[in-house]
C-alpha cells in the first residue's frame, strides 16, 4: 500500500504552530478521531503532541512526568528506564481551545527517511478499569494475542529503490498468523543482520529492567514498543511507548514479560 497524505481542509481545528504528524503508523489520525484529537507535530521542537483529554491520557502524563522529574535523578530504576521512554518536554496548549498536548520528544530526529513500527506488547490487553464490552473488545480483537504476547499495530517502511514507504495498518496486524508473522518482521528489518542485532540488543536491555526493576513497581497494559531506523541502517532505537494503562502492582509485569521475550524469541529465529 502506498502512502497518501490527508489535507488539512479535513480538520475541524489546527492548533497554531502544528502539522498532523507524517510519520504515524498507529492510533487515531487528526480528522478520523471520534473527539477530532490526536497527533500532532509542533513546527518549532518537531516534538510530537499528544491530547490530554481524559483521565487516561492523564495518568500517561503523569507517568511521563515521573520518569523525566529531576527529583528522580538519582534513581537507579528510573535512571534506567530513561534510556527506553521517549523524553518528555513539558506541555503545549493550544491557543484557541486551551486543549493541552504532552509534548514527548521524536526518536527518529535525525534519522533520514525513517522506518518505523509499532507493536503492543502483552497476552492481556485490558486495564483493571475496563467494562465488561472493553473486556470482550480486547479479548477478542485478535485471535493469535494469547499465542504470541504481542499484536503489531502498524508499520511504516522506507523503500530506497522506489523513494517511497511501504504502509501496513493494523488490520494488516490482525491478519497475521503463526505462518506468517515472521515474514511481516522480515518486511520490516528487510532481513537486515545488522539491524536486527541492534534491535535485540536493546529489546533485551529493556526486559532486564524489567526483571531487575519493575517489581511491585507498575504494570505496563496495552502499551508498544516503537521501533525505528534510518534509510542508512546506521542508527536503530527501540523504546517504549504508549502509558495510558499503566497501574501499580504487586510482584513482576509477567504479562508485559511474556510479549516481549516472545517477541526477542521471533527476532532471534530470523
Known amino acids: 500500500e502506498r502512502e497518501n497524505g490527508d489535507s488539512k481542509d479535513h480538520f475541524q481545528h489546527f492548533p497554531v504552530g502544528t502539522d498532523p504528524l507524517d510519520n504515524q503508523v498507529a492510533?487515531?489520525?487528526?480528522?478520523?478521531s471520534p473527539n477530532h484529537l490526536a497527533l500532532l507535530r509542533h513546527l518549532e521542537?518537531?516534538?510530537?503532541?499528544?491530547?490530554?483529554?481524559?483521565?487516561?491520557?492523564?495518568?500517561?502524563?503523569?507517568?511521563?512526568?515521573?520518569?523525566?522529574?529531576?527529583?528522580?535523578?538519582?534513581?537507579?530504576?528510573?535512571?534506567?528506564l530513561r534510556q527506553f521512554v521517549p523524553k518528555i518536554n513539558g506541555i503545549f496548549v493550544?491557543?484557541?481551545?486551551?486543549?493541552?498536548y504532552l509534548r514527548l520528544e521524536d526518536i527518529t530526529n535525525g534519522?533520514?527517511?525513517?522506518?518505523?513500527?509499532?507493536?503492543?506488547?502483552?497476552?492481556?490487553?485490558?486495564?483493571?478499569?475496563?467494562t465488561e464490552r472493553k473486556i470482550h473488545s480486547e479479548t477478542t480483537k485478535y485471535l493469535f494475542a494469547q499465542h504470541f504476547g504481542f499484536r503489531i499495530l502498524g508499520m511504516r517502511i522506507y523503500n530506497s529503490k522506489d523513494n517511497e514507504y511501504i504502509v501496513k495498518d493494523k488490520d494488516?496486524?490482525?491478519?497475521?498468523?503463526?505462518?506468517?508473522?515472521?515474514?511481516?518482521?522480515?518486511?520490516?528489518?528487510?532481513?537486515?543482520?545488522?539491524?536486527?542485532?541492534?534491535?535485540?540488543?536493546?529489546?533485551?536491555?529493556?526486559?532486564?529492567?524489567?526483571?531487575?526493576?519493575?517489581?511491585?513497581?507498575?504494570?505496563?497494559?496495552?502499551?508498544?514498543?516503537?521501533?525505528?531506523?534510518?534509510?542508512n541502517?546506521?542508527?536503530?532505537?527501540?523504546?517504549?511507548?504508549?502509558?495510558?494503562?499503566?497501574?501499580?502492582?504487586?510482584?513482576?509485569?509477567e504479562n508485559y514479560m511474556f510479549g516481549l521475550r516472545q517477541l526477542i524469541q521471533y527476532f532471534d529465529n530470523l
Not at 516534538?47 to 520518569?67: G, H, Q, V
Not at 534519522?111 to 475496563?130: H, R, V
Not at 536503530?236 to 509485569?253: Q, S
Request: charged share 30%; with cysteine.
Open 172 to 231: 494488516y496486524g490482525i491478519s497475521l498468523t503463526p505462518d506468517n508473522i515472521n515474514e511481516a518482521i522480515i518486511l520490516f528489518v528487510q532481513n537486515n543482520k545488522a539491524l536486527i542485532t541492534q534491535f535485540k540488543q536493546q529489546m533485551k536491555e529493556i526486559d532486564e529492567w524489567f526483571q531487575t526493576y519493575n517489581v511491585d513497581k507498575w504494570q505496563f497494559i496495552s502499551s508498544s514498543l516503537l521501533f525505528a531506523y534510518d534509510c
Open 233 to 253: 541502517q546506521s542508527k536503530a532505537l527501540v523504546k517504549m511507548i504508549d502509558f495510558a494503562h499503566v497501574f501499580p502492582h504487586k510482584g513482576r509485569d
Open 27 to 32: 492510533g487515531h489520525r487528526f480528522g478520523h
Open 111 to 130: 534519522m533520514q527517511n525513517a522506518s518505523i513500527l509499532d507493536i503492543k506488547i502483552g497476552a492481556k490487553t485490558f486495564d483493571p478499569e475496563a
Open 94 to 100: 493550544d491557543e484557541k481551545t486551551s486543549r493541552k
Open 45 to 80: 521542537s518537531n516534538d510530537i503532541l499528544k491530547p490530554i483529554c481524559d483521565k487516561r491520557s492523564e495518568r500517561e502524563f503523569r507517568l511521563y512526568s515521573k520518569i523525566w522529574d529531576s527529583d528522580q535523578d538519582f534513581h537507579k530504576d528510573i535512571q534506567t
